[in-house]
């Protein structure tokens, strides 16, 4: 689950600061530590009650209440969302796949004040160039370590985890469940129609993954409190691994 850079606990520090200097050449300070590297991060969500959305299923399948919450992350086409459309995001990881140059991109980034993040230095450059040349204060660079290979949200999870925050309840990062193939419909919430690919990895490779994830989360996160929001639906494969009860009602 290495990603391009060196991720090993001992390469990690002196790779990623690298590697980001390279790709991004106005940064300027960063913070590094064993586990991650931040740019432009100045520690608002610390000691906060954190909501994190994903483009799964369950984000329309359950209730959530974002007045709940003293921050809300998101990732991606969440601007395409009918709710989350309307709705004040704090931080949206945002990758290669996403036209920021979309109408509706433009649309939603004039109306809200929410930070973009990058979490893949390998993503095109124009997207950065793009964000950093509009409003580089609301532009934000994030490498981890621990990299997984099953789509964006777990990487919330985990990037939510580095921010300190005293609670996080997640939904909509989900997976598939047995027997789903290529081509299948994805039952993405963000884009409508979408269909899975990622299913090239096979069922056991999620299960095996968001194993490792819970298992690293654990280390990392063990003073925080994470709520799993999908618990017991069928595409949520986190439900494995934990097994938190929910009061949402589903739909």
């Known amino acids: 689950m290495l990603g391009p850079i060196d991720r090993s606990e001992a390469g990690f520090p002196s790779a990623v600061e690298a590697a980001l200097r390279r790709c991004y050449p106005f940064i300027d300070k960063l913070d590094t530590t064993s586990e991650y590297s931040f740019y432009n991060y100045g520690g608002e969500f610390a000691n906060k009650r954190l909501l994190v959305i994903g483009g799964g299923p369950t984000t329309d399948a359950f209730d959530w209440d ?3 919450y003293d921050g809300i992350i998101t990732c991606n086409h969440f601007f395409l969302h009918p709710r989350l459309n309307n709705l ?3 931080l949206a990881a945002i990758s290669p796949e ?3 140059t979309r109408p509706e991109f433009i649309e ?3 109306r809200y004040d929410t930070k973009f993040l990058i979490n893949n230095h390998d993503v095109k450059d124009h997207v950065v160039d793009v964000l950093h040349n509009v409003d580089p204060s609301r532009l934000t660079i994030m490498e981890n370590r621990f990299r997984v290979k099953i789509g964006q949200g777990p990487h919330l999870i985990i990037l939510a985890t580095f921010f300190n925050p005293l609670s996080i309840d997640f939904i909509g990062i989900d997976g598939y469940p ?3 193939k290529i081509g299948d419909d994805a039952c993405h919430t963000f884009e ?3 269909r899975a690919s990622g299913t090239r990895h096979s069922y056991q490779t999620y299960v095996d993954q968001f194993g490792q994830l819970w298992q690293y989360l654990s280390e990392v996160g063990k003073h925080i409190t994470y709520r799993n929001l999908g618990y017991g639906h069928p595409y949520n494969v ?3 691994f934990i097994n938190v009860r929910v009061s949402n009602r589903e739909r």
């Open 66 to 68: 974002p007045a709940n």
């Open 192 to 194: 409508k129609g979408k």
């Open 98 to 100: 996403v036209d920021v």
């Open 108 to 110: 939603y980034y004039r």
């Open 238 to 240: 986190s439900s494995q």
């Open 178 to 180: 047995p027997g789903t």
């Open 88 to 90: 004040k995001v704090d």
